[in-house]
């Protein structure tokens, strides 16, 4: 069940957005506590809010932000022990979250998205464990739609542990450190969404391939694809629009004229939109 609410990867944080994008930043004002025991799983601390008493920002790692001790980690590079961080801890740590949904989300699908977690992430919503992640590179989140409550507060943990170190390769090379290092947001979308956008410009050619693939509802639904492209925010240089089916990857071309290039010096972007419906 977890494995098919999860998606990876997410767009947490970006740098620039569509406006019809759905976001709530949950970002800053987590609460935490470190597990130097073990125990927070088996005493099922993701079902007890009032155990979790200190406050954390996020992004940012629990060492830089002063939780752990005065102890060294060993740098392995340059084979001295040194406390890198604020802090040394090395082990299991949890953050906390209590949050709303806005009434005008209901009817809405709704993603919990984690712009990156390390080194291995649990994540529980309301007493219940919804998916992992060990991948410290990766954005990643959740379809979290039928495991909120639409009246009231969702409390919302994340396990920290020490599971899968290993992947973050040169991410150790100046000692230990571990947490939420990016951001975390709540968005919506509706029942169809578009599962993956790529844009790949084809200067010689004069065009724009686009490649688009939506999921959710049936594999019957008839969706309808619209993409613009803009100079600077201005009117449309070039539009295109196809229908296809859920489940089904669509592929075409947009063509671009005389299109401007990017340098160092003339450092020109394009803002391209992409925006899939259903109906209406």
Known sequence: MARQLKRVAVRVNPVSRHRKEQIIGLGEDWHF??????????????TKPALFKDEIAVPGTWQGQGFGDDGTDY??????????FRATYTGTGWYAKSFSVPEAWRGKRIWLNFGAAYPFAEVYLNGEKIGDHNEPFVPFGFDVTSRLKENGENFCTVRISEKDRVYGLSFNCRGNWSGLYRAVELSATGEVFMDRCWLHPDVDKQKLRCTIQAAGGSRNDEL???????????KPVAKATRTFKTDKELTFDVP?????????????LYTVDVVVRRGN
Not at 256 to 268: F, G, H, I, M, T
């Open 224 to 234: 309808t694809v619209a993409v613009a492209v803009r100079e600077k925010g201005r």
């Open 75 to 84: 740098i392995w590079d340059f084979q001295l022990h040194r406390r890198t």
């Open 256 to 268: 671009v004229p005389d299109p401007l290039l990017w340098s160092p010096e003339n450092p020109y």
């Open 33 to 46: 506590r470190l597990d130097p025991k073990d125990e927070g799983q088996r005493r099922k601390w993701f």
